[in-house]
């Protein structure tokens, strides 16, 4: 099945700064690509995703980029704010799998005023 | 749209006993997916049904854990015998009848706590 590995496990950066999360996926036949983000307790909420017909896509201060021939996707969230503090997870869904994503392990990210 | 309702939000059991927790997807999704959050660790994916239907369950315990979506009400997952590492949240997430790249929308989570 397939495997979805995420690094780093913890980023640390300081307010105004960008961030970068970097997923790989085993899976060639994996078509989509979400990025969830969970606050403390609280339900995995999408922020943005990407398909595999796509290279790259932006909204406001996220922009996720795909590399296809190497299985890997990042997400870059540019001038960092302490809200921004959360867990970030990415995945990746197989369309022959129904909608079934494979999560990575998760990038605590915390945010430094 | 009340998005994905999952109930209760927490539930204590003691060791041995049974937990359900349900789970109602979004008005109109006919896709049920359920994931388990250990604290501190990523989303595991469980189960996923559609009505009447369990389509994929590679992720299930082979013993003790069980899932149903009926064709009348919510999806429910079930845990007999209860030990302390099922302590854990449960999210359910729900999507559209086509397959395919769409959104999951997630529910609020049931957090089991067993003593």
């Known amino acids: 099945g397939e495997n979805v590995e995420q690094h780093p496990s913890t980023l640390s950066v300081q307010e105004g700064d960008s961030a970068v999360i970097k997923c790989t996926y085993s899976?060639?036949?994996?078509?989509?690509f979400p990025w969830y983000k969970q606050e403390l307790g609280k339900r995995p909420q999408l922020i943005i995703d990407i398909r595999s017909n796509v290279g790259e896509k932006k909204d406001q201060r996220i922009a996720v980029t795909l590399n296809k021939t190497a299985k890997h996707f990042s997400l870059h969230i540019t001038e960092t704010q302490p809200e921004d503090s959360a867990v970030y997870f990415c995945?990746?869904?197989?369309?022959?799998?129904?909608?079934?994503?494979?999560f990575g392990g998760g990038t605590r990210v915390l945010v430094k005023p | 749209n009340a998005g994905v309702m999952q109930n209760p939000r927490h539930l204590v059991r003691r060791r041995g006993q049974e937990a359900r927790l349900r789970c109602s997807p979004v008005?109109?999704?006919?896709?049920v997916y359920w994931y388990r959050q250990l604290p501190e660790e990523g989303l595991k994916f469980m189960v996923y049904l559609q009505k009447e239907n369990i389509i994929d369950e590679s992720g299930m315990p082979k013993e003790r854990f069980s899932a149903e979506f009926p064709k009348e009400g919510p999806s429910i997952l079930r845990i007999q015998q209860v030990v302390r590492g099922d302590s854990a949240a449960y999210f359910c997430a729900s999507s559209p009848p086509t397959t395919g790249a769409n959104v999951l929308t997630f529910g609020a989570g049931s957090r089991l706590t067993v003593l």
């Open positions: 008005k109109g999704h006919s896709h």
């Open positions: 899976d060639s036949a994996s078509n989509y």
């Open positions: 995945a990746a869904s197989i369309k022959a799998a129904g909608n079934k994503l494979t």
